[in-house]
């Protein structure tokens, strides 16, 4: 069964071994860490945020931030989401979103939960509309440079009235 708890310094080692080349790391952290690889040192910028570490019994299997964007608690935002890759497809992704949600939602009263994904990240893109989110329609595309290409990132957004699967 997966759990959450609030993130520990000494779980930023295997969290930073999940990425084991430069495109996943971008995917991950869209560079806002610094360049690939990064060290514990400046991973411990997540400790400025709402960090979690998702957990099962055999150990460490996911991440996440949240983070208040407009300074008020009404919408919390997730980032730096990400899961061990030998779980990958196993559902822990999602268990670990849905926890991360009934943390906003019940604990802190989020009345709405978003975050960014890369279009070429479609993994964690259906993962994300697997637990609920919905896709936003901006005006803008937010875009990145990233490894010589541009990256656009989708935004998506789960209010606290829609059901969490």
Do not use: H
Not at 26 to 51: C, H, N, R
Not at 76 to 91: E, H
Not at 128 to 157: H, I, M, P, R, S
Request: aromatic fraction near 14%.
């Amino acid at each position: 069964m997966i759990r959450i708890r609030p993130y520990q310094v000494s779980d930023a080692d295997t969290i930073l071994s999940w990425c084991q080349d430069e495109k996943a790391f971008y995917q991950w952290s869209a560079g806002v860490l610094g360049d690939y690889p990064i060290t514990q040192s400046e991973f411990g910028f997540v400790t400025s945020l709402m960090p979690f570490t998702a957990f099962d019994e055999t150990g460490i299997v996911g991440f996440f931030t949240l983070r208040n964007p407009n300074g008020s608690l009404d919408e919390l935002r997730f980032g730096f989401v990400i899961v061990d890759p030998s779980r990958r497809g196993s559902g822990c992704g999602k268990a670990m979103l849905r926890l991360g949600l009934k943390f906003a939602f019940e604990i802190y009263g989020a009345k709405k939960a978003s975050l960014g994904v890369f279009e070429n990240n479609l993994p964690a893109y259906w993962c994300y509309k697997a637990v609920g989110f919905q896709d936003v329609v901006l005006d803008v595309t937010e875009k990145y440079q990233v490894l010589g290409e541009e990256w656009n990132c989708k935004e998506l957004v789960m209010n606290r009235n829609i059901d969490q699967k």
